[in-house]
């Protein structure tokens, strides 16, 4: 059950659009910043390949300039014991 | 609510990318609030008085859209000159917690089942008809509450005492404010203060008569202690019996034992009258003595009944009578020692000082409560400093609208907005205003609020509508209430905004507006009565608890008295009411002005307020052409009444050996169901405790945060200790918040009360301690 | 155009950089065997009073305060903030408890931290408006929204003097907030010793609307 943080940078004058369109994204959760153009994304998966896929949405979205990952946690390889999270990379 | 693994994961993800932003980005912020949605950051401010306590605080309303936002103190308000306390600048968010009750709610078979609020109207008045027809119209009642708008308790009682007949209304500040109206009354003659909250900023000595005002008061307690920074001629003395944040800030903490104030009180005017610190001069001209009867009983048996005579004294039989309270005497009883006792006395003697003295539920949650506020005033008459700038003797209020819709309105089994319904002139007023034929109002006062929720025990009561309060926690001896409440063939309707333990003994729950949701009026503890719009909508079908009366009153007939419609009906209620009180001594300002001023004080006469009642310079009801007219009492005099010690109705002994004191704390308002809801207040008070005396703790082997079980002979509750924590009780006393509906103190108290007042003394019963 | 090549520049961020910085630092703390210990020793003295000052105080800034941790305590825009650190558990005590650290500012050892100025101190009674926190758990959930914080920088002309976005009420005390180690970096000013702000910062509350202006006939 992964769980992932970004940064998100929206293009220009599009931030608000943009936070809509990711909080009606499901599995995602965006907060914005008061003062700045960028916004944070939180993204819960209940697994590696609904994470994929909607890292593939993600990058279909027009409104968003960049993403970039600053967090994240898988807890299925923490606690099924299979290996220490590194051997798919 | 439990934060789960996973959320706490996810926050943690989410200040880890907001670490990031910020060192990337200096200077963004991300606010830990929820943002409204197309919010320009464009808020219009609109005025209300505070929705908490009876300072009456004026705010200012920040509304973005149709939500409100932000909120500041109003500057233009001279209660509180732009200062707000914790509750009030959080009190917006009261209105958004989670559990916001939107729909109607019907018992159906046993379960709470939502319907239409038109429908559940029809089944409050098929119920109240069947009710009457079957058992009465003494069977069915109102309950309301100093939280209920102006208009709230006008329409209440209009439909219970005038419409049907029966004089089965009280509100629940017969439980906080009872014994400052009797008060007001046997010594005055006419109710509310005389001075106003000016008087702090003239006081040199303030003495805070079992009253924690830092916490209850703040606004007001900060405005004394910003005349003693500036003035450095001003001095502040707690006289209370535990050290709270109060005794803290004073100059000097005096502790009394439970009960002895009356004898203080008299001691102080031994002290005044031995020094010959007498003003004669006002004493000759303006005050009469009396007394009353004595050894008066405590209420506890059911149909109680009790009726003082008032004698009349000279004052050399006054003098006769204080003997038994000399300073040294007094220590004995009381524990303050004599020295202390003379202090005061020289404060209040002192021609060159002028004395304020503050209280609020001390003294009134007293089972002599009216006596004592008279002994207060005692000391204030005798040396004549009252009705003037910085001289005052001041019951505070700690209602919202204790003051405007239960003293004014009369929203009491005996009273009427003008007068009370013994009185026949008084119900002719009344029934010629609501256009009623005449011997349409009962002239026999029924049940006070205590006998009211016994008679619904025993089933002379089979229907209640409780609106704005929550008796199932504030109930002293609340087993007998709530077991009352729940009985076969017992119908209760419950008007609230949340659920609270009341709403789990209702039949019918209707969903309110709260606060500015609805536009009303309160009035404050300094006879200020502030009007409110309605300044953001009331959620899903949510109705003002005055339009909820309204719509049962036409179902049951009474279109003709209840007119209105819904958009001009505050206005119109208030223009009918005001009527009522057409008179110098009581003029209220027209709508007009209310909608425009931050609060307005009564008597409003040509234009102007009345800031000094009973002062000729000030008050425009004076007609003796001397300094002063206390035109209330028959003999245009302020009446000094001997009233004795008297023990409390349960006293600590061998094996119930403590004094239990409850109240209140600054974070939460009442019973907390709308402080509790507001995430910062919550936060900082998330529970209730005992405190404890930290010799008492550790005679017992008590440590912070042990369970304790504190059993009475009525019932138990099991709390964690506080230890030298928010305040400290004297040996042998306990303290415990009622705010907290997980430990029920109520279930513990005592339902004693003072004969003349009937309001609970909810300060003083006994109870022993074990370790859970 | 290849979007997902474009925009998915995973940058690993945190945890990772802040180690190695702290490694890189520890370094030259070890000596080589063959070379006399502390032979320059004016190096060596440079270098662990350097060791031994703490961050925030070489910086005059300890770096924690930033707008976010401002509005962090705030639960809408000019509301009064929580307290973030322990108190007494009585919390009743002297006002001067508050005031020692919060009249003046400068650093608190116990805390390790540059203490913010109150803009108010006239009044006392502190925990009239400010509560700490005892938990994070809610009663019940909240609803609650409120409108952004004001946006920095809100220069009308570029390189103007911004105007003030907040309301003056208890927060009229510019040189508190603006000025000093305790503020906020995002909102310290670099010319604080010109005393009379309002010269050139004007207020324009962005949450007021502005009063529309009419001529008297």
Known sequence: ?89 | MKIDRRSFIKSAAATSAVATATSLFPGISFASWKQLEGATGMIRWEKAPCRFCGTGCGVLVGVSGDRAVAVKGDPACSVNKGLCCVKGYHSVQALYGKDRLTKAQVRKNGKMVEVPIQEALDIIAAKMKETIDKHGKDSVAMYGSGQWTIPDGYVASKLFKGCIGTNNVEANARLCMASAVTGFLTSFGVDEPMGCYEDIDYANVFITWGNNMAEMHPVLFSRMLAQRKRRNDVTIIDFATRTTRTSQASDKSILFKPQTDLAVANAICYEIIRNDWVNWDFVNKHVSFHKGKTNIGYGLEDKFKFKDKAEGIDFEQFKTFLKDYTPEKVEKMSGVPARDIRYLASLYGDPTKKVTSFWCMGMNQHTRGTWINNLVYNIHLLVGKISTPGNSPFSLTGQPSACGTVREVGTLTHKLPHGVVMKPKARELAEKIWELPAGSIDPKPTYHTVAMFRALDRGDIRFMWIQVTNPMVTMPKLKRYRDGALKEDRFIVVSDVYPTPTTDVADVILPAAMWVEQEGMFGNSERRTQHFDEIVPPPGEAMSDTWQIIEVARRLGFEKQFPWSQEEYIGKIWEEYRRFHDSPKHNMAPYKVLKARSGVQWPFVNGKETRWRFNAKHDPACTSGEDFHFYGKKDNRAWIWARPYEPAAESPDQEYNFWLNTGRVIEHWHTGSMTRRVPVLHNAMPSAYVEINPEDAADMGIVNGEMIKIISRRGEVTMPASINGRGVPTRGQVFVPFFDEKYLINEVTLDAFCPISKQPDYKKCAVKLEKA | MNRSERNTSRIKLGFAAFCLSWVLLALPAVAADNIPYGFDSGGEKIFTRYNETPFSAMSGTDGRRNLNSFYELRQYPGSPPRIPHKVFPSFSGEQADCIACHGRGGYDVEQDTYVPVTPHPENELCYQCHVPKLTDELFVGTNWLSIPPPKLGNSQLGGSPPPIPHSLQLRGDCIACHTGSGAVAGIRVDHGSRGNCRQCHVEFLATEPALEFTRNK
Not at chain 1, 2 to 17: C, D, F, H, M, Q
């Open chain 1, 1 to 89: 059950m992964p769980v992932l943080a970004y940064i998100v940078t929206p293009r220009s004058g599009e931030k608000n659009k943009l936070l809509k369109e990711l909080n009606a994204m499901q599995h995602c959760e965006a907060l914005s910043a008061d003062n700045a153009d960028i916004l944070i994304l939180v993204t819960d998966t209940p697994d590696k390949e609904t994470e994929k896929q909607l890292e593939k949405q993600l990058n279909k979205i027009e409104s968003m300039e960049s993403l970039s990952m600053t967090f994240g946690y898988n807890d299925e390889l923490q606690y099924k014991g299979e290996g220490d999270g590194h051997e798919d990379r």
